[in-house]
Each structure stands twice: as structure tokens, then as C-alpha cells.
């Protein structure tokens, strides 16, 4: 069975720092590129970055360059989303995705930047 698990949220002040991992299972991890998306309240669901299968190369989005990093451990089948300098405009829901979950998305983990 193909499965994401998403977890490593939570409260976090501004300019503070969390790392979300994302545990696969049910097909050859190291074979596929992995992406984080996160979904706003009220706002259409975002890519955040992603990073390749057999290079692990990385791309970010802009309102995230320079203060997330995405990264990937094949021998866990854990892929990470180290986030540094939070804002408040990075609260959101955040899933973890790659190709074998066709159409379906996992639980998420909840991210809230706030005082």
C-alpha cells in the first residue's frame, strides 16, 4: 500500500523554525522525486519545493528561497522540509506528495506561525 505520512507541525513564533518529515512506504523511495505543497485557509493548495529522485535536485518556491530547505534520506524513506525564518504568511496545512500517490493526498501536517 502507498502511503505518505506527513508530521512535524505545530505553533511556532515568527522568525522561528520547524522541520516536517514526510515517511513513505509501499514503493521503491529512492526511484521518485518528492514535493511539498502547502494550502492556506481559503487559498488554493501551493508548491512549495521539490526534490529529484536520482540527484536529489532541489527547487524552491520564491516566497520561500533562501529559507526553506527540502532534502531527502533514502536509507529512512523519509523526505524533510527544514523551515527557517517563518513568517506569518507560511501557516497552512502542508502535504507531502510523489508520483506512485497518483491523485490521493495524505493527512498533512498543520504549520502555525503566529505570536
Known amino acids: 500500500q502507498v502511503q505518505l505520512v506527513e508530521s512535524g507541525g505545530g505553533l511556532v513564533q515568527p522568525g522561528g523554525s520547524l522541520r516536517l518529515s514526510c515517511a513513505a512506504s509501499?514503493?521503491?523511495?529512492?526511484?521518485?522525486?518528492f514535493s511539498w505543497y502547502r494550502q492556506a485557509p481559503g487559498k488554493e493548495r501551493e508548491l512549495v519545493a521539490s526534490?529529484?529522485?536520482?540527484?536529489?535536485?532541489?527547487s524552491y518556491a520564491d516566497s520561500v528561497e533562501g529559507r526553506f530547505t527540502i532534502s531527502r534520506d533514502n536509507a529512512k524513506n523519509t523526505v524533510y522540509l527544514q523551515m527557517d525564518s517563518l513568517k506569518p504568511e507560511d501557516t497552512a496545512v502542508y502535504y507531502c506528495?510523489?508520483?506512485?500517490?497518483?491523485?490521493?493526498w495524505g493527512q498533512g501536517t498543520s504549520v502555525t506561525v503566529s505570536t
Open positions: 506528495k510523489s508520483p506512485p500517490m497518483g491523485l490521493s
Open positions: 509501499g514503493f521503491a523511495f529512492s526511484s521518485y522525486g
Open positions: 526534490i529529484t529522485g536520482a540527484r536529489g535536485r532541489t
